[in-house]
Each structure stands twice: as structure tokens, then as C-alpha cells.
């Protein structure tokens, strides 16, 4: 099957990298297949119903019932078969997910960034379903909470549906990866450093067609809301690191970055 389409991997990457590099996201269009987006969906789809896939590979987590946040139980993990998990990480395990992170379009992007062999931090799909889903704030994928021993290289994520606005697409403040971490240690923006910033003032709407991609810088504030719509709106994140990037967490053995894009 084919999953990345043919003119996309031939696509200019000028124009893109300049604006992640600007304006901390830019997004690239269609990359994505026909047969891509209803394979890889269903797939996701198998794999939250344990169908054909053993849950114990994957990480899961459930949407919270009030689609807060602040709601959401930790720990739990796969809590049977059910089109509402938030979110699922380690999706590489798949053989068909991991096809698409190995994808030459974005080994020509990762290429562009950093010279070397790339890793993967992590392949994670956001899952709102319909009428569901849980309001992501504000964040950034970096900061100490990562782990890791330098900054992340680039994140790309891809509609595996249609994402518009209703359903809770991407929001996000462009440029705000200027400035850096919000706080050393990553992750969630604090409420009041968002609002000393203007956040949701300067925050812009990415809607995005089934089967199109975004090239996401990791500092840059981004977040999400519910789907209010009748379909599931699933997208899927690859975050990408210089092959020299060291874990530096201690509690358990350091985590080894696999191979994704050789020397
Ligand atoms: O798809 C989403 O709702 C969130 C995505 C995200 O936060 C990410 O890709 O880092």
C-alpha cells in the first residue's frame, strides 16, 4: 500500500521550513494517501477495540468524562474496547504506523533540520471521538519533563479525518517558540504566564483536511478543544530527535531512542 502520496514527497520544502522556523508550525497539504487515511484510521480504530493488536503494547489513555482536563485518571491504561481513548502512545509498534513515521517525506524533512541519524521520541495519536474528547491547554513539547538532553528536532503531525475548527483542531500561538520555555520544566503553559502573553488573543485556528500534515515546532504553544461534531477527529504525531539526543531520566534505565532515519 501506498501511504505517502507521490507528489508530496517530491514536494518544495523551502517555504515550509522557513515558516517553522518562523512562525513555529507550518502546514505542508495532503501528504497522506486515500488508502492512508482509511487504513491507518482504521487501524487506530482496531487497536483501541483490541482487535488484532495486543493492547499491552501500546500506552492508552481514557478521555475523561467531563472532557476536562484537570479530570483526566492517570495510570489506568487500557480500560477495554472503546473509540474514546485520548490518546495512545508507542504506535510505532505498528507496523503500518511505523511505515508512515519512516515516510521519505518526512525523512527529507527531519534530513533538512540535522545531519545524522534520527530517532523517535514518540508516535502518538490524539483521538477526540465524536461528540467527545478532552480539552487539551496549552503546552509545549519540551522542558525538563521531556527528559531529554537537548531540544526535541520537530514534530509532524497528520489528519488521519477532517479537523475543523468544531472538532477541535490544533490551536496555537504562532511565533511563541521565540521565546522559549515558558517554564524549565516544559509541558503545560501556566494560566498566567498564557494570559500575561496574550495568548488567546493571538491564537490562530489550524483547521486541517483529512490526510494533510504540520510541521510543529516543540516550543511553540499550541492546544486543542471537545469535538462537537457526529465524526472522530484522530490525528497523528510523530516527534523526531537528532540521533545524538541522550535520555536523561533516572528512576527507571534511561530510554534508547530507536533508529528511524539511519546515518
Ligand atoms: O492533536 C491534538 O489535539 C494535540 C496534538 C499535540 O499536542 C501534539 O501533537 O503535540
Given at each position: 500500500?501506498?501511504?505517502?502520496?507521490p507528489?508530496?514527497?517530491?514536494?518544495?520544502l523551502?517555504?515550509?521550513?522557513?515558516e517553522?522556523s518562523?512562525?513555529?508550525?507550518?502546514?505542508?497539504?495532503?501528504?497522506?494517501s486515500?488508502e492512508?487515511?482509511?487504513?491507518?484510521?482504521q487501524?487506530?480504530?482496531?487497536?483501541?477495540?483490541?482487535?488484532?493488536?495486543?493492547?499491552?503494547?501500546?500506552?492508552?489513555?481514557?478521555?475523561s468524562?467531563?472532557?476536562?482536563?484537570?479530570?483526566?485518571?492517570?495510570?489506568r491504561?487500557?480500560?477495554?474496547?472503546?473509540?474514546?481513548?485520548?490518546?495512545i502512545?508507542?504506535?510505532?509498534?505498528?507496523?503500518?504506523?511505523?511505515?508512515w513515521?519512516?515516510n521519505?517525506?518526512?525523512?527529507?524533512?527531519?534530513r533538512?533540520?540535522?545531519?545524522?541519524?534520527i530517532?523517535?521520541?514518540?508516535?502518538?495519536?490524539?483521538?477526540?471521538?465524536?461528540?467527545g474528547g478532552t480539552?487539551?491547554?496549552?503546552?509545549?513539547?519540551?522542558?525538563?519533563?521531556?527528559?531529554?538532553?537537548?531540544a526535541?528536532?520537530v514534530?509532524?503531525?497528520?489528519?488521519?479525518?477532517?479537523?475543523?475548527?468544531?472538532?477541535?483542531?490544533?490551536?496555537?500561538v504562532?511565533g511563541?517558540?521565540?521565546?522559549?520555555?515558558?517554564?524549565?520544566?516544559?509541558?503545560?503553559?501556566p494560566?498566567?504566564?498564557?494570559?500575561?502573553?496574550?495568548?488567546?488573543?493571538?491564537?490562530?485556528?489550524?483547521p486541517?483536511?483529512?490526510?494533510?500534515?504540520?510541521?510543529?515546532?516543540?516550543?511553540?504553544?499550541?492546544?486543542?478543544g471537545?469535538?462537537?461534531?457526529?465524526?472522530?477527529?484522530?490525528g497523528?504525531?510523530?516527534?523526531?530527535?537528532?540521533g545524538e539526543?541522550?535520555?536523561l531520566?533516572t528512576?527507571?534505565?534511561?530510554?534508547?531512542?530507536?533508529?528511524?532515519?539511519g546515518?
Open positions: 500500500m501506498t501511504l505517502l502520496l507528489a508530496a514527497a517530491s514536494m518544495d523551502t517555504g515550509p521550513l522557513a517553522l518562523e512562525r513555529g508550525f507550518s502546514p505542508l497539504g495532503r501528504t497522506l486515500d492512508g487515511i482509511t487504513a491507518l484510521g487501524r487506530a480504530d482496531a487497536i483501541m477495540l483490541g482487535r488484532g493488536a495486543d493492547p499491552k503494547e501500546f500506552f492508552f489513555q481514557h478521555d468524562p467531563s472532557g476536562r482536563y484537570e479530570d483526566l485518571q492517570h495510570g491504561g487500557y480500560v477495554g474496547p472503546s473509540l474514546a481513548y485520548r490518546k502512545e508507542k504506535l510505532e509498534k505498528d507496523p503500518l504506523f511505523r511505515s513515521i519512516q521519505a517525506l518526512f525523512e527529507r524533512v527531519a533538512s533540520l540535522c545531519e545524522g541519524p530517532t523517535l521520541y514518540r508516535a502518538v495519536l490524539f483521538n477526540k471521538a465524536p461528540h480539552e487539551l491547554p496549552w503546552h509545549q513539547d519540551n522542558g525538563s519533563f521531556w527528559g531529554l538532553d537537548r526535541p528536532l514534530q509532524i503531525w497528520t489528519a488521519l479525518d477532517d479537523a475543523p475548527i468544531e472538532a477541535g483542531c490544533l490551536e496555537i504562532p511563541s517558540h521565540a521565546g522559549g520555555l515558558a517554564t524549565p520544566l516544559g509541558g503545560m503553559v494560566q498566567n504566564v498564557a494570559e500575561a502573553a496574550g495568548a488567546e488573543a493571538r491564537r490562530i485556528f489550524v486541517a483536511r483529512a490526510g494533510e500534515s504540520i510541521l510543529i515546532h516543540n516550543d511553540v504553544w499550541h492546544r486543542s471537545v469535538n462537537e461534531t457526529d465524526a472522530p477527529r484522530r497523528f504525531t510523530i516527534c523526531y530527535l537528532r539526543t541522550r535520555c531520566r528512576r527507571r534505565a534511561p530510554r534508547r531512542f530507536e533508529t528511524v532515519f546515518a
